[in-house]
């Protein structure tokens, strides 16, 4: 009789742990994350709450889709991705026009950065939910909220568009926010071009004068543009840290040509930018 009773009390036992087991395997990293909305004050826009989470946010309208843009860039296919419209959700927050970028702050501190006429030309979404196929490796970084490029948008192939891990969105001025580095390229369409170049597949990452993401390491401290070896070290290093095969899925390489790096690295060199 005792054996039988140690049995059952062993069997619900090993049920409960099964159950514990299974609900620790179900919830998502994201599932407890809390998304925040700011405008240029740093305070919520009005008409927004404090915090949302991905529930929430799916309140203003959610469906399910595919990006052939996304699937090309991460080299997988068929991904299900459930988004909400980001330009209907910033003409609700401003509907009067005195912000137009939305900064993008990230939990891994990759910052990224839209322009509103970009959110609206090329109708861009924002996943809440992303399900890749069980035959692909889904890097760490890949989690909600992510901007997505949806199918016939036409929106050209760059970084910018592709980030991800999302935890605040910021309605700034874009002006006010490249500001610094505006200063520095005044007067040379070269480094104009190089900076353009940088602020659309680079920044996210490698901040400069305050400004972008510290993800990665910092370019201007790693390296000493001026110099002809550095510069074909930072070439050779680009390649072996955001080529195809990287392990981490940072494909950078695809998205930046050679005569593209070439322009970086000139106003990389920029007086006035260390």
Known sequence: MTRQMNCRRFSRALGFLAVLIFLAAAASPESSRVYRILGPGSEPPSGAKDSYTLKELEAFGVQAVESSYFDRAMDYQHTRLRVIS???????????????????????????????????????????????????????????????????????????????NIRELRFVRMEDYYAPLWEIVQGSPALREGLEAFKDNCLFCHSVKGIGGNKGIRLLTAYDF?????????????AAFHGKDNPDKQNIQQFVTGALLEKIIRFLAAPGLS
Do not use: H
């Open 86 to 164: 980001l330009a209907q959700l910033a003409d609700r927050l401003y509907p009067g026009g005195e912000v137009d970028a939305l900064a993008l702050n990230c939990f891994d501190d990759y910052q990224g950065i839209v322009s509103l006429a970009d959110v609206r030309r090329y109708d861009l979404r924002l996943a809440t939910g992303i399900e890749v196929l069980p035959r692909f490796k889904k890097p760490g970084w890949l989690n909600p909220l992510l901007i997505v490029v949806p199918d016939g948008s036409g929106a050209p192939y760059q970084e910018r568009f592709m980030t991800a």
């Open 226 to 238: 001026s110099r002809d070896p550095d510069r074909e070290k930072f070439k050779a290093d680009f």
